[in-house]
């Protein structure tokens, strides 16, 4: 009887360590919590699939023999998990339920007849994607005249502030909760630049998806030149490919910047003669951009408390959902 113990315990450890070591939360961003989710709009409701299809596509999607449109972004995913990994990871989707297996083996196959009897409607909207002024409506007239305290002969105290209370009542306020909520990757509209070549807004959740390391970054899966149209995703642009920062080596005891001297080690001098650096352009990422939350925010669903007057030169045709940067980028050095 003790053995049988110390062996059902060993084997709960072993699974419970394969377990930790193949978490799901960096799949919630694009097939949900509960793997509710089409993937980008493209791949199949994974909660649906049975245990030994899940282990089946991820080995699949390991070797090069399985996925269509998601296969280059699977790849990467999988390519460092084992057998053991897999198997832990079918088991935290399914939650290790003999019946659920059955009864998802069932639906799935209803799903997939209903698919090819053509009574389901592609959910990708990755060619029909809208542009949204996320900006639309802050420059509401009513508004605006509203907030302008120096054209009204008096001022309230509920007019001051953002918590429009008085100010003995304002430490009781809270402001409305931030709704970070968006649609998975793939199935979010494109919200327009506040300004040309402003860094675009994340319109889609990032659950997930965060936080991004050098050695970790799943936004390459879907925004790589290369794979961005397949993934209906806005590619990396040229930018970001490019490094604009000055070659500076030590030399004989003094720091030389794009071949001219400027100061010896740790007294860097006046370099503000060298008006632009030489531009490199590379064939892989510059590492200089691998943060991508650094400059891309998560788009919320909040009302702005304050109106806005800003309007954008030139933000017009492609340069709403476009940069080009690369392209203008010394201007003002020039």
Not at 256 to 277: F, H, S
Not at 284 to 297: M, S, V
């Amino acid at each position: 009887m003790k053995r049988t113990v110390k062996v059902l315990a060993l084997g709960s450890l072993l699974a419970a360590s394969a377990l930790y070591g193949a978490s799901t939360a960096a799949c919630a961003g694009c097939h949900g919590k509960n793997f509710e989710k089409k993937a980008m709009g493209k791949s199949k409701v994974v909660k649906d699939m049975s245990h030994n299809d899940i282990v089946a596509a991820l080995k699949g999607y390991k070797a090069g023999t399985y996925g269509g449109a998601m296969k280059g972004l699977m790849a990467g995913q999988v390519a460092k998990l084992s057998d053991a990994d897999i198997e832990a990871i079918a088991n935290q989707i399914k939650g290790n339920s003999a019946e659920a297996n059955v009864n998802a083996v069932e639906k799935n196959e209803r799903v997939e007849a209903a698919e090819k009897a053509g009574q389901f409607e592609a959910q990708s909207t990755a060619d029909e994607k809208k542009v949204i002024n996320i900006n639309a409506g802050v420059d509401d007239p009513q508004k605006l005249a509203a907030e302008d305290l120096g054209n009204k002969k008096v001022v309230t105290e509920e007019a001051l502030g953002l918590r429009k209370t008085d100010l003995y009542s304002e430490d009781k306020v809270k402001p409305e909760p931030t709704d970070y909520k968006r649609p998975a990757p793939g199935q979010a509209p494109v919200f327009e630049r506040a300004y040309v070549n402003a860094p675009p807004m994340i319109p889609h959740d990032v659950e997930g998806l965060l936080p991004i390391t050098k050695d970790n970054n799943q936004c390459l899966g879907c925004h790589m030149p290369d794979v961005a149209k397949s993934m209906g995703a806005t590619p990396i642009p040229p930018s970001h490919f490019t490094n604009y920062r000055p070659e500076t080596v030590l030399k004989n005891g003094e720091l030389v910047k794009e071949g001219k001297t400027v100061g010896p080690k740790g007294q860097l001098g006046n370099v503000g003669d060298i008006k632009l650096a030489k531009v490199k352009k590379l064939n892989h990422l510059y590492q200089g951009r691998f943060n991508c939350t650094q400059c891309h925010a998560p788009q919320a669903k909040v009302d702005p408390v304050v109106g806005n007057t800003f309007k954008p030169d030139g933000l017009s045709g492609d340069l709403k959902t476009h940069s080009d940067l690369v392209d203008v980028i010394n201007e003002g050095v020039q």
